[in-house]
């Protein structure tokens, strides 16, 4: 039965149309060769596009700044002689930017949020489902207590700090083990790939790229951690992209004021990257695309929640201007997010996605969808080309607003 638009058109609740609050640069735009799995037509898609889809680009005549984002700053040293109970290092103070102009006061959610988290953190046995919901909301930058949650959040930590000092050792033990028999007989092929993949790396980050010897090193670490997850996952192996992901967990990680942790950072990096991608596995599993848990699947379940809170918005896209969600949303997906902001506010955006107790994927689905709604009026103004090009080139936007938004879709989902 036909049906005329006006049939069809879901009035958007109010708050939905709220403008876009500017907040920091955007990334630079990248598509790399994944993605022709995906899209059906990817030669038009690109041809659409006033800038060309390209691996990791960053144009000749526009250089990156290189800037990095807050550091924890390191507390004092501890004289504590009580080693059974391993006591967490954080600092009192928030840490300087680099870029003066944007080295703001903390606000008093952030203090109350620190708090909070601390306080957390000083129990015995850690209440879980109580540092899940004060994670959600962001976890501040200061205080250096990102990578302990972190750990936590990913299961790499349990709950009883009475148990820490012996898993981690057990662990990190392990790792040194993967690195004597997995490194013995490397993959030429495989290494060739990671190593160009790594060397590309957020090139505007000191931490990641440039000539010092701390940079150096850290490359270093993520092409161990990339090899030998690449021996160990046989039928993924290593597919270009884990690079992005496994970033942010190495940058947080290495950064933590505990000396012994920050010392041992590969190693948990990596069992971190191992549970946080067992969630997303098969999106990297091409045997896999066109099953129910394969990256095309979970691409559609992005278009049937954009068509569930704004349908007018998903009809413009899909049905009018033909923008299939594959040509963007492959990106948005499989990257979670890291290429489509800036990093401080990946971090942000990862502190909510890990905090999700179901997972990260239901949480990044509603987060993909509130990126769309945000935009929803340039997005209906545009056709298949400028929205195409908008949408492979996200605008900044408030962080903060973006997760209350994608917060909300939670809320009428499960209402």
Known sequence: MFHSPQMVKKRVPEWLNSSLWSSSTPSPSIDDDLVQRYTSNPTAAAAATTTPISSYSVSDSDPPSTVD???????????????????PQFSDSFPDHEDKSNNTAPSPEDISRQSQLLAELSRKVINLRELRRISSQGIPDGAGIRSTV???????????RGLWLSELAKKRSQYKHFKVELLM?????IIEQIDRDVKRTHPDMHFFSGDSQDAKSNQDALKTILVIFAKLNPGIRYVQGMNEILAPLFYVLKNDPNEEDAASAEADTFFCFVE???????????????????????????????????EELWRHLEITTKVNPQFYAFRWITLLLTQEFNFADSLHIWDT???DPE?????????????????????????????????????????????????????????
Not at 70 to 80: G, L
Request: glycine content about 4%; some cysteine; aromatic content about 6%.
């Open 185 to 189: 007989n490397p993959d030429t092929e």
């Open 353 to 355: 996605l890990l905090s």
């Open 150 to 160: 972190w750990k936590l959040l990913l299961g790499y930590l349990p709950p009883d």
């Open 69 to 87: 984002p807050p550091i924890p700053v390191a507390p004092p040293k501890s004289t504590r002689e009580d080693k059974h109970l391993p006591e």
């Open 276 to 310: 946080l991608l067992s969630g997303f596995r098969d999106h990297f599993c091409q045997q896999l695309d066109n099953s129910v848990v394969g990256i095309r699947s979970t691409i559609t379940r992005l278009s049937q929640l954009l068509k569930e809170h704004d």
């Open 359 to 415: 997972g990260p994927q239901e949480t990044l689905l509603r987060v993909c969808c509130a990126m769309l709604i945000l935009i929803r009026r340039r997005l209906l103004a545009g056709d298949f080309t400028s929205n195409l090009k908008l949408l492979q080139n996200y605008p900044p936007t408030n962080i903060s607003h973006l997760l209350y938004v994608a917060n909300k879709l939670r809320v009428q989902s499960s209402g």
